[in-house]
C-alpha cells in the first residue's frame, strides 16, 4: 500500500494567474439546495414560487423520496400571474396562511424565489415581513433566492443561510459557530472533537430545531464547512463575527488544519489538540491509502459546479497523490479558499467561470483519467470513453472530517474501478 505524504506547503496557487471565463454555463440552479437543507432543519417548509419547470426541477432532483408530510412545495405561477393579471402577492400570502393552518409542526417557512417570480417582480421580503407579523413569534418567516441562470447549484444554500444571519439574536458571549449544512453524522463528530478539544460553546448554522439558540455578535468566532458560502460569510460579518480563516475540513490534512485554526482562535495550544485528534487522524490516513492506492499518478480535471473544486483538488492532489490538470469553479473567494489555494502545488490552469465549449476542447485534449463535473456534462463525457465523478454528489454523502476521508477517497475511485471492470469484461 502507497503512503502519500503531503509535499511542506508553499504559496501553492495562491498567485497563480486565473483563466476567467464568461461564456455559457452548464449548471442546475439553486433550488436543488432545498433537497438537502429541508432534511437539514427538521421544523422547516421551503415554499418555491416558481413554474411547473421548477416543480420538476425540485421533483427529479429530489427522486424517488416519499414523504408522508413533504417539508418542500411549490406555489405555482400561472400564466395570469405571470401576465400580471392576478394579483399573485396576495394569494400566495393566502397559500401561506392554508399551509400554516394545516401544518402546525412548522416553524420556519422559506420562500424561495425562482427566475418566474423574479421576472414578474414578485416582493417576497415583503410577502415575508407580513406573513413574519402574521405568524410569528411561533412561525418565523424568512426569503431567499434559488433562481438560476447564472447561478450554481450549492449558491441556494449560502443565499438560505445568508437570510438567516440577519433574523439571528444579537450575542455577547464567547462563542463559536460552525456554519455549513452538514449530514448530522459529521456534523455530530466534529462537535465532539471540538468539545473535547476544549470549546464548549458552540453553535450550528443551520440548527436543525428552530428553537435552538443560535445567536451571533463580536465574540462569535465562524468556521466555515463548505466553501460556497461567501455570502453568509459576509452577512456574518457584518454582524460583528469573525471568520476564522482555513483549508475546508475534506480530508485528513485539512480537516487537521480546520481544527488547530479553531483552536488557536479559541487559545487552546496545539498540543492538547493533538491528544485528541492522534488516534481519528492515523484512522482517517489509513482509510484514505486504501483507496488513494488506484488514484495515485492518475490526473483529474474539474468542471465548475459545486464551488468545492479548490479544496477537492487540494486534497485529492496533497492526499491520494492525483496530478491535476485544470481547477475550474464557478467563484473564486479568496476570503474563503486562499488556505486550500495555498496548499495546491502550481500546476494545475485554475479557471474561473465557464465557457463550456471552450472547456470541452480542454479536456479532451488532456484526456483526464477521471473528470469532475455536473450531471449534464457526465453522460457525453462517458460516451466519449471518459471517467466521470458527478460533483453534486458530494453535497449528498457525507464527506467531512476524520472518519467520512476514506469515503471521500472513495468516491473518486469507484468510477475509475468501474471502468476497470467494464473494460476487463468488454476484453
Ligand atoms: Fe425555476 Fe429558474 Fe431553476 Fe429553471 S432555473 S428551475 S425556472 S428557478
Known amino acids: 500500500m502507497t503512503r502519500h505524504s503531503p509535499p511542506p506547503p508553499t504559496m501553492g496557487c495562491s498567485d497563480a494567474p486565473v483563466l476567467k471565463e464568461r461564456g455559457q454555463h452548464e449548471v442546475f440552479c439553486g433550488l436543488t439546495g432545498i433537497i438537502w437543507l429541508h432534511r437539514k432543519m427538521q421544523d422547516a417548509f421551503f415554499l418555491v414560487v416558481g413554474s411547473r419547470t421548477c416543480a420538476h426541477l425540485l421533483q427529479s432532483a429530489a427522486g424517488v423520496m416519499i414523504f408522508a408530510e413533504p417539508r418542500f412545495g411549490t406555489a405555482i405561477l400561472e400564466e395570469s400571474d405571470l401576465a400580471g393579471l392576478a394579483d399573485a402577492q396576495d394569494e400566495l400570502e393566502r397559500e401561506v396562511d392554508r399551509l400554516l393552518a394545516r401544518r402546525t409542526d412548522i416553524r420556519q417557512l422559506f420562500l424561495v424565489g425562482s427566475c418566474p417570480s423574479e421576472v414578474i417582480k414578485l416582493d417576497l421580503s415583503r410577502a415575508a415581513e407580513r406573513l413574519s407579523a402574521r405568524h410569528g413569534p411561533k412561525v418565523r418567516v424568512l426569503n431567499y433566492s434559488g433562481s438560476g441562470i447564472e447561478t450554481t447549484f450549492t449558491e441556494g444554500e449560502d443565499a438560505c443561510l445568508a437570510a438567516m444571519v440577519p433574523a439571528l439574536p444579537a450575542t455577547d458571549q464567547r462563542q463559536l459557530m460552525m456554519v455549513g449544512a452538514l449530514p448530522d453524522v459529521a456534523e455530530d463528530q466534529a462537535l465532539d472533537l471540538l468539545g473535547r478539544i476544549g470549546i464548549d460553546n458552540i453553535t450550528v448554522l443551520p440548527a436543525r430545531h428552530a428553537d435552538a439558540r443560535v445567536g451571533v455578535g ?210
Open 218 to 427: 463580536p465574540n462569535t468566532s465562524f468556521a466555515l464547512t463548505q466553501p460556497f458560502l461567501g455570502g453568509t460569510h459576509s452577512a456574518l460579518e457584518r454582524r460583528g463575527a469573525r471568520h476564522i480563516p482555513a483549508p475546508f475540513p475534506l480530508g485528513e490534512e485539512g480537516t487537521t488544519a480546520w481544527l488547530r485554526a479553531v483552536a488557536r482562535d479559541f487559545g487552546i495550544d496545539q498540543a492538547r489538540v493533538d491528544a485528541v485528534i492522534d488516534a481519528p487522524r492515523a484512522r482517517a490516513r489509513k482509510a484514505v491509502a486504501k483507496a488513494a492506492d488506484s488514484l495515485a499518478g492518475k490526473t483529474v480535471f474539474f468542471f465548475p459546479d459545486s464551488q468545492m473544486e479548490i479544496p477537492l483538488a487540494r486534497f485529492l492532489t496533497r492526499e491520494c497523490g492525483m496530478e491535476a490538470v485544470e481547477v475550474g469553479t464557478p467563484y473564486i473567494h479568496k476570503a474563503l479558499v486562499a488556505p486550500d489555494l495555498e496548499l495546491l502545488a502550481e500546476g494545475p490552469v485554475i479557471s474561473e467561470g465557464q465557457d463550456v465549449e471552450k472547456q470541452l476542447d480542454r479536456c479532451r485534449t488532456a484526456r483526464p483519467d477521471l473528470t469532475v463535473c455536473g450531471l449534464g456534462l457526465a453522460n457525453p463525457l462517458e460516451s466519449e470513453g471518459m471517467t466521470t465523478k458527478w460533483a453534486i454528489e458530494l453535497v449528498f454523502t457525507p464527506v467531512h472530517f476524520y472518519e467520512q476521508a476514506g469515503d471521500l477517497a472513495g468516491l473518486f475511485s469507484r468510477p475509475l474501478h468501474r471502468r476497470d471492470r467494464l473494460k476487463l469484461e468488454a476484453a
